[in-house]
């Protein structure tokens, strides 16, 4: 059974940092492709970064760029979020993914709140 759970969410003032994790299980975790989106609500789903099986190469949106950063450690099954310098429009549940071209896997998603 394939487990992606999300952690690190929380409450922070405008200006402060966050560091995201989803732990993965039950799958082969080194030949995924790994993503971070995020929902506010209201919205559509958004990308916010990808990271390739390896970690070699990664890409972010635009409007994501310069205050994210996404990692990967596969000895630890464990994909980050790094979130700086974090804005009020940044509120959203953040989900975790997994992806390649046999199917994907979304975690539950952790909430993180950006509000003085």
């Known amino acids: 059974q394939v487990q992606l759970v999300e952690s690190g969410g929380g409450l922070v003032q405008p200006g402060g940092s966050l560091r995201l994790s989803c732990a993965a299980s039950?799958?082969?975790?080194?030949?995924?492709?790994m993503s971070w989106y995020r929902q506010a609500p209201g919205k559509e789903r958004e990308l916010v970064a990808l990271?390739?099986?390896?970690?070699?190469?990664?890409n972010y949106p635009d409007s994501m760029k310069g205050r994210f950063t996404i990692s990967r450690d596969n000895a630890k099954n464990t994909v980050y979020l790094q979130m700086n310098s974090l804005k009020p429009e940044d509120t959203a549940v953040y989900y975790c993914?997994?992806?390649?071209?046999?199917?994907?896997?979304w975690g539950q998603g952790t909430q993180v709140t950006v509000s003085s």
């Open positions: 990271i390739s099986t390896t970690g070699g190469s990664t």
């Open positions: 039950g799958l082969s975790f080194s030949i995924y492709n």
């Open positions: 993914h997994a992806y390649r071209r046999s199917g994907s896997y």
